[in-house]
């Protein structure tokens, strides 16, 4: 049984991989560098990878370590205080949706980096509790409980009533998330 080359699969990832990247560095720039980064690491490991895996948790794991190793190097960096990086993310949305990706995207923000990586990985980019665990290397409770502490912030921060919940993956608002590179919840 013969699989087929994974670098042949690799281009098809970069969209994903982009938009775990911004919901990483919250900046264009340096998510397209993360992207890049992490492509060169895995097309120089690719013998590390095994075929008939998932290559795209494999994936996601470099882009993680990569931001994370990076983030330990820049210790000194100065934060976004005045959101200038993150607002440049997206636009308002056209559709008529109630959630405004203004708000949206500043609360999103305002995230602890693991829980907005919870979020990311489970909400937007689709891995099971059992994938974000493996890749972030922790169990699988943490996650679930990330994501779950995230959720619960995001709707106090939008001042959402429990009735109302969290209304991010219906068809129209990941449609307008995806066309402006933000994060898919």
Same mark, same amino acid.
Request: charged fraction near 25%.
């Given at each position: 049984?013969?699989?087929?080359?994974?670098?042949?699969?690799?281009?098809?990832?970069?969209?994903? /991989?982009?938009? &775990?990247?911004?919901?990483?560095?919250?900046?264009?720039?340096?998510?397209?560098?993360?992207?890049?980064?992490?492509?060169? !690491?895995?097309?120089?490991?690719?013998?590390?990878? !095994?075929?008939?895996?998932?290559?795209?948790?494999?994936? &996601?794991?470099?882009?993680?370590?990569?931001?994370?190793?990076?983030?330990?190097? $820049?210790?000194?960096?100065?934060?976004?205080?005045?959101?200038?990086?993150?607002?440049?993310?997206?636009? !308002?949305?056209?559709?008529?949706?109630?959630?405004?990706?203004?708000?949206?995207?500043?609360?999103? $923000?305002?995230?602890?980096?693991?829980?907005?990586?919870? @979020?990311?990985?489970?909400?937007?980019?689709? &891995?099971?509790?059992?994938?974000?665990?493996?890749?972030?290397?922790?169990?699988?409770?943490?996650?679930?409980?990330?994501?779950?502490?995230?959720?619960?912030? @995001?709707?106090?921060?939008?001042?959402?009533?429990?009735?109302?919940? @969290?209304? /991010?993956?219906?068809? $129209?608002?990941?449609?307008?998330?995806?066309?402006?590179?933000?994060?898919? @919840?």
């Amino acid at each position: 049984m013969s699989h087929q080359d994974p670098r042949d699969e690799l281009v098809g990832h970069l969209p994903a /991989m982009r938009a &775990f990247a911004l919901s990483l560095t919250r900046n264009g720039a340096q998510a397209d560098d993360l992207v890049q980064d992490t492509v060169v !690491k895995a097309w120089t490991n690719f013998d590390k990878f !095994k075929p008939g895996t998932n290559l795209r948790a494999w994936l &996601f794991t470099i882009l993680r370590n990569t931001f994370y190793s990076g983030r330990r190097k $820049a210790q000194r960096e100065v934060a976004d205080v005045d959101g200038v990086f993150t607002a440049s993310l997206a636009e !308002k949305p056209a559709h008529d949706g109630r959630l405004q990706m203004n708000d949206f995207l500043r609360a999103f $923000a305002q995230l602890p980096d693991e829980q907005r990586e919870a @979020l990311a990985l489970v909400g937007a980019s689709g &891995f099971s509790y059992e994938e974000a665990a493996g890749m972030c290397g922790v169990a699988i409770g943490t996650i679930k409980s990330r994501a779950n502490r995230a959720r619960v912030r @995001l709707a106090e921060l939008l001042e959402l009533e429990d009735e109302d919940g @969290l209304g /991010m993956t219906d068809e $129209a608002t990941m449609a307008v998330l995806a066309a402006h590179g933000g994060p898919h @919840l």
